[in-house]
């Protein structure tokens, strides 16, 4: 079971019940305030019983102060008083966070053995007195107010394990969630040696149990992802730099701007790249959105009717060349005098149409994609906009099967929890860590699984993956977890 996060979280039990050690299992130490430990600060040690009051009053300063933040807090007290356990709600409810009550009800017997072997033991009927009140708040727990309140069995049994990334990727390369993953590389920090770069991350993608890999298709790094003056590949060169590694990757663009290229061309380097991989090629493709690339490469960058317009003729232009034959083509806007394409294509070539726009572009993709991209990793947001592209598919007489639903996602994914929180600080700029980590989704592989499921219960088939951590092929393989 997973907590809210970030919440309020206050422990509920006796010493040696195991609270200290719950809460190091599953939180920062940071994340941690702990009256033994700030009796360890203002006194002489965490037993400084007459350092209790300073101790208590710092306590209540730090968990204001984190939870007026918006951030995690984790009370590590006894938790017996209750008037302390009103005012740690009341500060949970003034921040606008959820309180969580976590009663450690161990077995007394099991308290009793613990405490025995420590250093210094609680006195027996100090202990006896402690596992009589736990008992009594145990029952008021319920009625006090708490968001949630969660029993904690006796932690003697081992933290679960992240589950364990699989060895070899699956023949269809979709994970037990129902999901494939396709690798979407933004950044390239290659170094000295772009292909040996390249080829690492692949491969690693490859070994991780990735679907398939895509590149950004941008002329000019965009400033989402880093600087200007940061290398961002051609992607059709690179892809065909990557068809020669001997993976099972399908590689493909998200997304080609229809104005970087005539259709034609792009139609050429797709059909091109199939016949590389036989058959393992996809196009993402979009109405473009960076005016700046366009104006420093001495492209023109129409009104977005008229990229839109420029995004149907494409996929209708791209279709004609890929058919088997060379007659002319003549439909949708598109007029070809011959369709003469070789290499033809040694599979089908996915046409992935990216942007939510509700009008068109979801419109255009129901119409002539083989799926549509969207961006976001929202399980509400796919929901609404999936019902946005079944109505499209409706008014033009399209069977929604026949349009995959994918998602791009921009999550932070950690290790553990305190790799995530490092990514977070790295990475979150002016913004607020909170805000930072809930907008990215910031989590571990086992949290980003629990919501990459809910994407799959609204029909998401292919999740488009890119982390603004990958450095290199550690951090794809770091990413195992996903596709299992
Ligand atoms: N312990 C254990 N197995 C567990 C949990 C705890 O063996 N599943 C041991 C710890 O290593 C420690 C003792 O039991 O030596 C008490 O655990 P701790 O988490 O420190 O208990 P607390 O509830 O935090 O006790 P206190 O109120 O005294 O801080
Ligand atoms: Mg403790």
Redo the contacts with the bound molecule.
Sequence with gaps: MRLPDPALVV?V????????????QHYRAEEVV?S?GLRGVVGSG?YDLDASADAFTLLDTIVAARLGRGLTTVV???GLDAERRRAWRAAARAAGLPAVAVL?A?EAA??RR??A??DRP?PAPALTA?LGKVREVGHELGVEGWDLVVPVA????PPPATPAPSPVPRADRTSSLGLRTVLQVSRFPWGDDPLAWLGGVARAADEAGFAGLALMDHLIQIPQVGRAWEPIPEPWVTLGALSGLGTGLELGTLCTPVTFRPAGVTAKAAATLSALTGGRAFVGIGAGWWEREHAAYGLPFPTAKERLDELERAIVTMRALWAKGTKAYDGDGVVLPETTGYPRPAGPVAVVVGGSGERRTLRIAARLGDACNLRTGEAEVVRHKVGVLHEHCAAVGRDPAEVAVTVLDLPVVGRDRDDVWRRVERHRGRTAAPAYAARTHAGTVADHRDRWAALAGEGVSTVFLATRDLDGPDDVLALAGLNA
């Design positions: 422990l039990g006796a010493s040696g019940a195991g609270k200290s050690t719950w809460a190091q702990s033994d965490p590590d007290t006894l450690v161990t099991e308290c613990r405490n072997a420590r609680v402690q006796d932690t003697t049994a």
